[in-house]
């Protein structure tokens, strides 16, 4: 039986350092902020929106949503963007995507200011990540990845380690975040040649593919690490979710696992308001 890699004892963990800087932060007279950004009411962004206020309320970090209608214009759009961004009581800002097909999302992107993009919406805030800068913040899912195998003591430096899922939200990042960890990294996609195959050499397998239970018992071996980026409907249990990984196939050979849910997406949320406690850190430096 593998050990599972819960997300809820590294969010706990991370929780009690926040707690801490958040405090800190507050006797110096500043109050720590996320600007959440969204156009309509998707209920997965609501979903989101909700979970990651419930992360903020446990830590003492403040919020504020700015929501915009459906047919908001580009032109107005723009301004408010630039105005969240210029607040200077706005330390960390996230904005849920893709926006609405009539906007050019690359344009409202690039005016969000690197020092507050949390969650790598940005090209420069990607180039410095990318560049091992840092005080630009990867993505909340792929930094989740991280403190899991941190947290849990899973050795990297000089391992195989295979991305399954080369997104920019995903793959690419987690695979950066990996080679600063000096793994040795293998970044596989949906052109990837005998993927089992190469997937089953790893000794930590991220998948990262959006296709329910996709890594079978054909893709691992004994002793591996598998980290369950995945949350799709699950296909044999209609309302419930479900990781890439199949895991009642693979959990009983591998070493280590996460569970899916209860694994990385537990940690995603509290990342994002390590982010923003992190950015005001760096704006009142
Ligand atoms: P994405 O943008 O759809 O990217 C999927 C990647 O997987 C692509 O690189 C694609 O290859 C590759 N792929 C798809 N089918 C494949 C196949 N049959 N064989 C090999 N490679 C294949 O997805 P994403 O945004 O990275 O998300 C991946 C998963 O993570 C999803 O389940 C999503 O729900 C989940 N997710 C979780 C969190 C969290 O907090 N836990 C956050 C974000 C996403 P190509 O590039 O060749 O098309």
């Known amino acids: 039986m593998a050990e599972q890699?819960?997300?809820?004892?590294?969010?706990?963990?991370?929780?009690?350092?926040?707690?801490?800087?958040?405090?800190?932060?507050?006797?110096?007279?500043?109050?720590?902020k996320l600007g959440f950004i969204r156009v309509g009411a998707r209920p997965d962004d609501l979903f989101y929106e909700g979970g990651a206020k419930k992360t903020a309320d446990g830590i003492g970090l403040t919020y504020e949503v700015f929501e915009y209608p459906e047919d908001v214009s580009q032109e107005d759009f723009e301004k408010a963007v630039v105005e969240v961004g210029a607040r200077k009581d706005i330390h960390g800002i996230l904005m849920?995507?893709?926006?609405?097909?009539?906007?050019?999302?690359?344009k409202i992107r690039s005016l969000i200011p690197v020092e507050k993009d949390v969650d790598c919406l940005t090209v420069h805030g990607a180039g410095k990540v990318f560049a091992d800068d840092l005080t630009g913040f990867p993505p909340c899912t792929p930094t989740a990845c991280m403190d899991i195998l941190?947290?849990?003591?899973?050795?990297?430096?000089?391992?195989?380690?295979?991305?399954?899922?080369?997104?920019?939200?995903?793959?690419?990042?987690?695979?950066?975040?990996?080679?600063?960890?000096?793994?040795?990294?293998?970044?596989?996609?949906?052109r990837t040649e005998n993927l089992p195959a190469?997937?089953?050499?790893?000794?930590?397998?991220?998948?990262a593919v959006g296709r329910a239970k996709m890594v079978n018992a054909d893709y691992v071996r004994a002793g591996q690490t598998v980290i369950d980026v995945g949350i799709n409907p699950d296909p044999d249990r209609p309302g419930k979710f479900c990781g890439?990984?199949?895991?009642?196939?693979?959990?009983?050979?591998?070493?280590?696992?996460?569970p899916s849910p209860g694994g990385?997406?537990?940690?995603?949320?509290?990342?994002?308001?390590?982010?923003?406690?992190?950015?005001?850190?760096?704006?009142?430096?």
């Open 264 to 285: 990385v997406g537990s940690v995603t949320t509290m990342v994002l308001c390590k982010h923003t406690v992190m950015a005001c850190e760096l704006q009142n430096a």
């Open 96 to 106: 849920f995507s893709p926006l609405p097909k009539h906007l050019d999302e690359k």
């Open 5 to 32: 890699l819960r997300g809820k004892a590294v969010a706990n963990a991370m929780k009690e350092d926040l707690i801490k800087r958040v405090e800190a932060l507050k006797e110096k007279g500043i109050t720590p």
């Open 244 to 258: 890439d990984v199949d895991f009642d196939a693979v959990e009983p050979i591998v070493d280590k696992i996460t």
């Open 198 to 207: 190469v997937c089953a050499e790893a000794d930590v397998l991220v998948a």
């Open 150 to 190: 941190k947290f849990y003591n899973v050795p990297l430096q000089g391992k195989k380690v295979v991305v399954l899922g080369r997104s920019m939200v995903v793959g690419k990042p987690v695979a950066m975040l990996l080679l600063r960890e000096n793994a040795t990294v293998t970044i596989c996609h949906s």
